[in-house]
Structures are given as C-alpha cells and as structure tokens.
C-alpha cells in the first residue's frame, strides 16, 4: 500500500524535526499534495491517523492542501490547469509542456500547540 509507507516517512519526517518531549504538541502537520502525484489524500489521512493512534502524537492533524495540475507551453507560453493526462496546450494545441505543479508531495509546516505552563 502506497499511501501506507508514505504516511510512515511523514511520521519520521515529523520526529525528526520535532524533539521527542514535544511529540505530544504536534497540533496539525500541513502537506501539499499535487492532483497528479498518484496519491489519495482521504486514504493517506486514514493511514497517517491509523499509525499515528499509538503514537504521542496521536491528536495531530494532517491538513492536506491540494494543489493543481498546472502546466506551462514552451510555444506560446501559456500556463493552463489541466484535467489528469492531458498535457496539450489550450491556446496553440502544443504539446511540448512543462509541469509547473502538481506532482509534489511535501511537508511545509509542523504545527505546535501552545506548551501550557506545568501544573506543579
Ligand atoms: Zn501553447
């Protein structure tokens, strides 16, 4: 399963930048997600949330913002949102096309809660 490992590197890539005492404040970890990175985002939240649970950081949240395929035409230099496969330009029916975005798949923010002054 795809989505599985992925939501296993997210966890290591979040423990590596988050000190093991803070593991427990990980409010929501924010990911772009391109439409055409081959990823389904509802089963890579249920799969993060799943090996999360046993975790310190099982309230995190995995916010996914997705982002749109966009392409660019060496011809004529228009840059077009495309549906899944197609890569012909709109304006000049061209084909030689540039991926602008779309394909990503990354971390751009760990969020922490605010540590509450301890009780003792
Ligand atoms: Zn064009």
Redesign the pocket.
């Known amino acids: 399963m795809h989505e599985l490992s992925l939501a296993q590197n997210i966890l290591e890539i979040v423990e590596q930048h988050v000190p093991r005492e803070q593991s427990r404040s990980v409010k929501s970890i924010k990911l772009r997600l391109g439409e055409m990175s081959g990823i389904v985002s509802d089963s890579l939240e249920f799969c993060f949330s799943a090996i999360i649970a046993e975790t310190p950081m099982s309230n995190a949240l995995l916010e996914i913002e997705r982002i749109p395929f966009i392409l660019a035409?060496?011809?004529?230099?228009?840059s077009f949102a495309s549906q899944a496969g197609v890569v012909l330009?709109?304006?000049?029916?061209?084909y030689?096309?540039d991926v602008v975005s779309g394909t990503e798949m990354q971390i751009v923010e760990i969020e922490l809660r605010e540590t509450e002054p301890s009780q003792c």
């Open positions: 035409c060496r011809t004529c230099k228009n330009c709109p304006e000049c029916g061209g030689d096309t």
